[in-house]
C-alpha cells in the first residue's frame, strides 16, 4: 500500500474519531466522581490507599528516564530525537503519581487538574513516539509539541468550562481514547520499525483493565472488603506504564544479542 493511502486511512480514522466525540451531548464532570469507595485515613493521610498506590508511577517514571539516558542504551533508539520523545513519556509517567498523589489527598474539580495533565502528556506524547518510530523520525518533535498542546488545551478548556457551569470533557475524552484507535491502525500499516510486541499488548490491555477497575470502584470495595477498584485501577495502570519500559528492555537485550553475534 503506498504511503499516500497510509496517511489518509490514518487521518481519517482521526477525523472519523473527533466527529464522533463532537457530535457528543456535552459531558460535564460528574460530581460524584470524587466520592471514591475507599476514604480510610491512615498515618494522617486522607485516602490513604488511594493516594500511595501511585508509588510505583514515580519509581517507573524515574526508572524509564534513567535508561533512556543512560550512554550504554544509545542503540536502542532510532535517533536522539526518539530518545527525547521517550524521556517525555517517562517523565509525565513520574508526573502523573505526583499529580494523582496530590488529586487524592483532597478530590476536587481543581485538583483533579494536577491529576489530568500529566496523563495527557503520557498519552500524546508515547503517540509521539509510536508516529516518529514507525511513518517518520523527521517531524518527531513537532507531533511532540502539537500533540502535547492539544492534550493540555483538552484539560484547560474543561476546567474553564467547568468554571462558567458548561462542563465538558468531550475534548478531554477524545485525547485519551482516540489512540486506542489510532496507534494500532498505525502498527498494521506501517510493520517496519523497533520491536514492540508482545509488551505493547500489556500495555493495552493493562489500561483496559485500569479502566474497568476504576468503573467498578465501589463493587470491588465491597467485594474485596480491603481494596478498592480505583487502588486497583492505579497498580494497573503503572502495570501499563511498566509495559513501556519493558519494550526498551526487551529492545536493549535484542540488541544486546546482535552485537554479541557480531
Same mark, same amino acid.
Given at each position: 500500500?503506498?504511503?499516500?493511502?497510509?496517511?489518509?486511512?490514518?487521518?481519517?480514522?482521526? $477525523?472519523?474519531?473527533?466527529?464522533?466525540?463532537?457530535?457528543?451531548?456535552?459531558?460535564?464532570?460528574?460530581?460524584?466522581?470524587?466520592?471514591?469507595?475507599?476514604?480510610?485515613?491512615?498515618?494522617?493521610?486522607?485516602?490513604?490507599?488511594?493516594?500511595?498506590?501511585?508509588?510505583?508511577?514515580?519509581?517507573? /517514571?524515574?526508572?524509564?528516564?534513567?535508561?533512556?539516558?543512560?550512554?550504554?542504551?544509545?542503540?536502542?533508539?532510532?535517533?536522539?530525537?526518539?530518545?527525547?520523545?521517550?524521556?517525555?513519556?517517562?517523565?509525565?509517567?513520574?508526573?502523573? /503519581?505526583?499529580?494523582?498523589?496530590?488529586?487524592?489527598?483532597?478530590?476536587?474539580?481543581?485538583? $483533579?487538574?494536577?491529576?489530568? $495533565?500529566?496523563?495527557?502528556?503520557?498519552?500524546?506524547?508515547?503517540?509521539?513516539?509510536?508516529?516518529?518510530?514507525?511513518?517518520?523520525?523527521?517531524?518527531?518533535?513537532?507531533?511532540?509539541?502539537?500533540?502535547? /498542546?492539544?492534550?493540555?488545551?483538552?484539560?484547560?478548556?474543561?476546567?474553564?468550562?467547568?468554571?462558567?457551569?458548561?462542563?465538558?470533557?468531550?475534548?478531554?475524552?477524545?485525547?485519551?481514547?482516540?489512540?486506542?484507535?489510532?496507534?494500532?491502525?498505525?502498527?498494521?500499516?506501517?510493520?517496519?520499525?523497533?520491536?514492540?510486541?508482545?509488551?505493547?499488548?500489556?500495555?493495552?490491555?493493562?489500561?483496559?483493565?485500569?479502566?474497568?477497575?476504576?468503573?467498578?470502584?465501589?463493587?470491588?470495595?465491597?467485594?474485596?472488603?480491603?481494596?478498592?477498584?480505583?487502588?486497583?485501577?492505579?497498580?494497573?495502570?503503572?502495570?501499563?506504564?511498566?509495559?513501556?519500559?519493558?519494550? $526498551?528492555?526487551?529492545?536493549?537485550?535484542?540488541?544486546?544479542?546482535?552485537?554479541?553475534?557480531?
Amino acid at each position: 500500500m503506498k504511503d499516500i493511502y497510509k496517511v489518509l486511512i490514518i487521518i481519517g480514522l482521526t $477525523l472519523a474519531a473527533a466527529i464522533y466525540t463532537a457530535s457528543l451531548h456535552r459531558i460535564p464532570q460528574d460530581a460524584s466522581y470524587h466520592n471514591f469507595a475507599d476514604g480510610r485515613s491512615f498515618l494522617g493521610i486522607n485516602n490513604f490507599w488511594n493516594v500511595v498506590s501511585n508509588l510505583p508511577f514515580l519509581i517507573i /517514571g524515574f526508572s524509564g528516564v534513567f535508561f533512556v539516558i543512560k550512554k550504554d542504551n544509545r542503540n536502542v533508539f532510532k535517533s536522539p530525537g526518539d530518545r527525547f520523545l521517550w524521556i517525555c513519556v517517562f517523565a509525565g509517567i513520574g508526573c502523573v /503519581g505526583l499529580g494523582s498523589a496530590y488529586y487524592h489527598l483532597s478530590p476536587s474539580n481543581i485538583t $483533579l487538574v494536577w491529576d489530568r $495533565l500529566p496523563m495527557t502528556i503520557v498519552f500524546m506524547s508515547f503517540t509521539a513516539v509510536i508516529i516518529s518510530e514507525r511513518i517518520s523520525s523527521d517531524p518527531g518533535w513537532l507531533f511532540l509539541v502539537a500533540l502535547n /498542546g492539544l492534550g493540555v488545551y483538552s484539560v484547560r478548556y474543561w476546567q474553564h468550562s467547568e468554571m462558567i457551569g458548561e462542563g465538558d470533557l468531550r475534548l478531554y475524552a477524545f485525547v485519551q481514547f482516540a489512540p486506542m484507535i489510532i496507534l494500532p491502525a498505525i502498527l498494521l500499516l506501517y510493520r517496519k520499525g523497533p520491536a514492540l510486541f508482545p509488551d505493547l499488548a500489556g500495555v493495552f490491555l493493562f489500561y483496559v483493565a485500569a479502566k474497568l477497575a476504576e468503573h467498578y470502584d465501589a463493587a470491588i470495595y465491597k467485594f474485596m472488603g480491603f481494596v478498592s477498584g480505583h487502588t486497583i485501577k492505579h497498580f494497573a495502570a503503572s502495570m501499563a506504564v511498566f509495559y513501556m519500559l519493558k519494550i $526498551l528492555v526487551r529492545r536493549k537485550k535484542v540488541t544486546f544479542s546482535v552485537e554479541s553475534i557480531n
